[in-house]
């Protein structure tokens, strides 16, 4: 048994997964953030292993018409994934600066999808994550057409005691 589980550390240090983190590893920094209005999916590259680890979850993409807005929700201070537990954590500028939204995603690594490796169209870039306690939404704006693109999801909002 010792000695399959020194196998399996050594395989995951060998791919630069870090094999020797515990279950409970912090989340992981967020280097880009990215949605699609195709397949209704947002992706953020992690800072993780190699640099080729993902993190992917549904999002609605729309058009906002220019007063369409109905309330100002908050900017966010900080993005990380974390693979083991399959969240998102967004820290948000409100309040004492110790409220958070998180989400649940898909970690992946593009590598290691299927062989045909098919995509329909590639994500733009998104910027100006913000984030409404209010409505339970965290939203992006989306790098695309007239500027006025959007996607938004579902999260919970919670201060960290």
Request: proline fraction near 6%; aromatic fraction near 8%; charged fraction near 15%.
């Given at each position: 048994?010792r000695?399959?589980?020194?196998?399996?550390?050594?395989?995951?240090?060998?791919?630069?997964?870090?094999?020797?983190?515990?279950?409970?590893?912090?989340?992981?920094?967020?280097?880009?953030?990215?949605?699609?209005?195709?397949?209704?999916?947002?992706?953020?590259?992690?800072?993780?292993?190699?640099?080729?680890?993902?993190?992917?979850?549904?999002?609605?993409?729309?058009?906002?018409?220019?007063?369409?807005?109905?309330?100002?929700?908050?900017?966010?201070?900080?993005?990380?994934?974390?693979?083991?537990?399959?969240?998102?954590?967004?820290?948000?500028?409100?309040?004492?600066g110790?409220?958070?939204?998180?989400?649940?995603?898909?970690?992946?690594?593009?590598?290691?999808?299927?062989?045909?490796?098919?995509?329909l169209?590639?994500p733009?870039?998104?910027?100006?994550?913000?984030?409404?306690?209010?409505?339970?939404r965290?939203?992006?704006?989306?790098?695309f057409?007239?500027?006025?693109?959007?996607?938004?999801?579902?999260?919970?909002?919670?201060?960290?005691g």
């Open positions: 048994m000695r399959t589980i020194a196998g399996i550390c050594a395989a995951l240090g060998a791919l630069g997964l870090g094999g020797a983190a515990p279950a409970s590893a912090a989340p992981v920094p967020v280097t880009a953030l990215h949605c699609d209005g195709d397949t209704f999916t947002c992706t953020a590259g992690l800072r993780f292993g190699d640099g080729n680890w993902k993190a992917g979850w549904s999002a609605n993409v729309y058009h906002q018409a220019a007063r369409s807005a109905y309330r100002a929700p908050v900017p966010a201070t900080s993005l990380s994934c974390d693979g083991d537990t399959g969240q998102c954590v967004a820290g948000l500028r409100f309040g004492d110790r409220w958070l939204a998180s989400w649940p995603a898909t970690v992946f690594h593009p590598a290691l999808r299927s062989a045909d490796g098919a995509r169209a590639a733009v870039p998104a910027n100006s994550l913000n984030c409404d306690g209010d409505t339970g965290c939203a992006v704006n989306l790098q057409g007239d500027g006025n693109w959007k996607a938004d999801w579902p999260v919970t909002v919670y201060h960290q």
